[in-house]
């Protein structure tokens, strides 16, 4: 018998195991940071929200002056090559890391086959972070669904994974659901999206509005963080709690200085944050379970009746599950791009 397929749990107890992982990018100013090396991380929100400047902003950290790592840009909503490469330089990345592709590369993946290649490239190349904007246009790259779980998971298994297994702190950037109940579960989509997060999700809301040459700000509240790495470094109290404030400062040199504050004990996103009162993880098992029936919910009375639930649970999730859908029927219409030969795509 091979005692190497299972777990030293004798290991685990003598204390030799390292310390659980603990987020290494995207400093805040107390030192403790937002995303963790080697997993899937995500930043969802509204547009113009700062979700982008945020995660270039942890790539600065190791593009700057003082910067010693590789940064790969997956562009998938086509920001282009200029205009990331302009905000790297406006948030205080040097040229030459910019220019060196031992340090940055940027890509704009044509099909899934490119975005294959990507992959199997960066096990060589090794990338310390690595930003996926965004993730809604990954999975019609591959022909999937927004709604569908199994779909989701092997674009995730096929392409996010493997990259965080490279060592890379991958950041994912999505929008969030525009419905009042859907806010609440966090991004549009299934909700496998939140399942196979393995490092911290981020909900990100406006503050001031970012305006080019004059900065804005951002509330950050913690959505998910399988290791607790950070969440043990934010006030205690609420379901979501406040991870900190975002904000990008103009400098007399005419940049752009990223800022994270730490949020303080007792600190909290404000009360009109939309993330909803009722409790989202349950809201999220209870559209999950709406998701596998099948054939697919009806009505309230339906789900009532099938899940055994009173009237309010069956109509909250059914609303919320309604919403979900109809959010992403809507963008996989509006922004499907390349996808594979013999299914029709549109312009946005």
């Known amino acids: 018998m091979d005692y190497g397929r299972y777990f030293d749990v004798a290991a685990l107890l003598s204390g030799t195991l390292p310390e659980p992982p603990a987020p290494t990018y995207g400093t805040r100013d107390d030192g403790h940071a937002l995303f963790y090396a080697g997993e899937v991380n995500l930043v969802f929100g509204d547009p113009e929200s700062g979700k982008t400047w945020l995660a270039l902003a942890a790539a600065r950290e190791l593009l700057g002056e003082y910067g010693n790592g590789r940064v790969l840009v997956i562009d998938l909503d086509h920001n282009g090559p200029a205009a990331t490469v302009s905000r790297l330089l406006s948030l205080g990345s040097s040229h030459s890391a910019l220019a060196d592709r031992a340090r940055f590369l940027y890509v704009e993946p044509d099909d899934r086959l490119h975005a294959l290649y990507i992959v199997e490239d960066m096990k060589q190349w090794r990338p310390q972070l690595v930003i996926l904007d965004s993730l809604g246009e990954l999975l019609p790259l591959f022909g999937s669904s927004s709604n569908s779980a199994d779909e989701y998971t092997t674009a995730h298994s096929t392409v996010l994974k493997p ?31 939140r399942r196979t997060i393995g490092g911290s999700s981020l909900r990100v809301r406006v503050k001031d509005a970012f305006t080019p040459g004059k900065g804005g700000s951002a509330y950050l509240t913690v ?30 040199a005419g940049t752009l200085e990223a800022v994270i504050t730490a949020a303080r004990d007792g600190e909290s996103a404000p009360a009109d944050f939309a993330i909803g009162a009722r409790d989202p993880v349950r809201l999220s098992d209870d559209v999950a379970a709406l998701n596998s029936l099948n054939p697919k919910p009806t009505s309230k009375r339906d789900v009532a009746e099938r899940m055994k639930w009173g009237n309010n649970r069956a109509s909250e999730a059914l609303r919320a599950w309604r919403e979900m859908h109809d959010i992403s029927r809507k963008a996989d219409h509006d922004n499907v791009l390349h996808l594979p030969t013999g299914i029709e795509s549109e312009e946005p």
């Open 163 to 193: 990259l965080a297994k490279t060592g890379a702190a991958v950041i994912a950037i999505d929008h969030l659901a525009k419905g009042s109940d859907s806010r609440t579960l966090g991004p549009g989509g299934t909700a496998a999206k």
């Open 223 to 252: 959505n998910k963080d399988r290791h607790g790495g950070l969440r043990r470094h934010c006030p205690t109290g609420d379901r979501e709690p406040l991870a900190g404030i975002f904000e990008l400062q103009p400098t007399e």
